[in-house]
C-alpha cells in the first residue's frame, strides 16, 4: 500500500503573544512505495513526527493532503499502524494481552486472536514470555512487544517515530536485524523517523533526508544494496558518508538539542576514524 505525501504545509500558533506563526513544514512532497522501508532523517526540531503524525491522521495538514493506497486520509485508521517511541504498552497487561489488545477491539474472534497471537511471539521468538508482565521483560523485549503490537491486526502501513530510540548501541543491532526479518514476513510499507544515519541506511530502501528550512528535502537517498546489508562493505560506508555530509549541511553549525549533539558526534568520530585510517596509510 502506497503512501503519498502531496504538497503538505504544517504551522503552529505561536506559545508567545506578538510571536509569529511557526511554519515547521511548507509544502513537502515525497512517496513510500508499496512494500518499500523509508527513514525520514533530520535534525531535531525539522519536522520528522509532524510529518509522521499528519500521516497517522492525528493532525491535519494546514494544506496539502495524504493519499493511502489512492485515497485521501485525513484521519486515523486501522490500515495504519503508529510505534511511538516510548512503546507506550499497557504495564497492567501482560505481553500476550497487550499484543491481543488491539484485536480484542477490532471484534476478532478469540480463535483467530490466538492463532495471530502465537504466529507473532513466534517470529519475535518471544513465546515463552507470552504471561510476563511488562517490567517483568528487557528494553528490547519491550520494544518487540510494541512492534508486535503494531503489527496484531495486519496494518498494511507502519509508521515508526524513533523506534529503537531508547536502545543500547548493541541491542539496536540486534533489533535492527530483527525488524527486518519481521517486517520482511509481513511485507508491510514502512516509513520510520531516525536520527540515526547507520540505522536508516542498514534497514531503509530509501533515505529522505530533511532539513529545518521548513522541513524542505535535501535529497531522497536509494539505499541500492542487497539484504541483509553488511556494514562492513565498501558501498555501505560510501552511503554513510554521503548521507552524513548531506546532515552536515543540514546542521549548518545551528547545532542546539541532544539530538544534533549525537549527529554531530556521529559525524566527529567518523573524521577521527578517516584521519586514524589516513595516517596508518
Ligand atoms: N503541537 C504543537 N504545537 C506547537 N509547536 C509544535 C507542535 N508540534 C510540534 N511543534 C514544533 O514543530 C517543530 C517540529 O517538531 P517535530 O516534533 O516535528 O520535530 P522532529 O523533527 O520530530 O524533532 P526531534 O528529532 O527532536 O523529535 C518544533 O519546533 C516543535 O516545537
Ligand atoms: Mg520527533
Partial sequence: MSIKVENISKSFQARRKGEERLSV??????????????SLLGPSGCGKTTTLTIIAG???????????????????GPDRAFMFQNYALFPWLKVGENIEYPMIKKKLPKAEREKKLMELLHIAQMENYKDYYIHEISGGMKQRVALLRALAC??????????????????????????ENILMQKNCTSLMVT??????????????????????ILEDVKID????????SEKYHEYIEHITEILKSALNGDVVTQEDKDIMEFIKNRESEENKENIAC
Fill in 225 to 232: 544494496l542487497p539484504r541483509p546489508r553488511d556494514r562492513e
Fill in 25 to 38: 513544514l511548507k509544502d513537502i512532497s515525497f512517496d513510500v512505495n508499496d512494500g518499500e522501508f523509508v
Fill in 154 to 179: 495486519d496494518p498494511e502501513v507502519l509508521l515508526m517515530d524513533e523506534p529503537l530510540g531508547a536502545i543500547d548501541f548493541q541491542m539496536r543491532h540486534m533489533l535492527q536485524q530483527q525488524l
Fill in 58 to 76: 492525528f493532525q491535519k495538514p494546514d494544506e496539502g493532503k495524504i493519499v493511502v493506497k489512492g485515497k485521501e486520509v485525513s484521519k486515523p
Fill in 195 to 216: 536520527h540515526d544515519v547507520d540505522e536508516s541506511v542498514y534497514l531503509s530502501d530509501r533515505v529522505v533526508i530533511m532539513s529545518r528550512d521548513h522541513g524542505r
